[in-house]
């Protein structure tokens, strides 16, 4: 036997393990990528929820009279009543944190949730907390 006869004869097999090796990457790449879009599509509709919430509690106004001049005033318990309307028929399980008014014509609110990854896996944390905040001004003063 020749010398390059036993070395072909030994790397017999040998690109088993690297193929098994950058297969298991691939996944493991592909898991971390779906979640990563998942919470990237999460903290979206948060937002989306935060906003909608924000509009809700700014329409929430009472009409003040004083003289000629008619305005718009908001108060924060009509601001968490119509935010709270919002996130209970939109996004069940989203929690209202906090919705005030800081000013008397613009809303505040805060909203977050738990995010949870479609694929469990060693490289993605079991849950992580969301919160997203969204300000919205009343169009009458």
């Not at 919470?39 to 935060?50: F, G, P, V």
């Not at 968490?80 to 028929?89: G, H, Y």
Request: aromatic residues 4%.
């Amino acid at each position: 036997m020749t010398l390059s006869e036993l070395v072909r004869d030994d790397e017999d097999g040998s690109i088993l393990p690297l193929i098994l090796g950058y297969a298991l990457i691939a996944i493991a790449v592909l898991f971390v990528c779906v979640c990563a879009t998942d919470l990237y599509i999460t903290q979206k509709r948060l937002d989306a929820t935060a906003d909608a919430a924000a509009l809700a509690g700014a329409d929430g106004f009472t009409l003040e009279a004083e003289g000629e001049n008619v305005r718009a005033e908001l108060t924060d318990a009509g601001v968490a009543d119509q935010a709270q309307a919002v996130v209970s028929a939109t996004a069940p399980n989203t929690r209202l944190d906090s919705a005030s008014t800081p000013d008397g014509v613009s809303a505040r609110v805060t909203v977050s949730t738990a995010w949870h990854p479609p694929l469990v896996s060693l490289f993605v944390p079991d849950g992580v907390p969301l919160q997203a905040t969204a300000t919205s001004r009343t169009a009458l003063r």
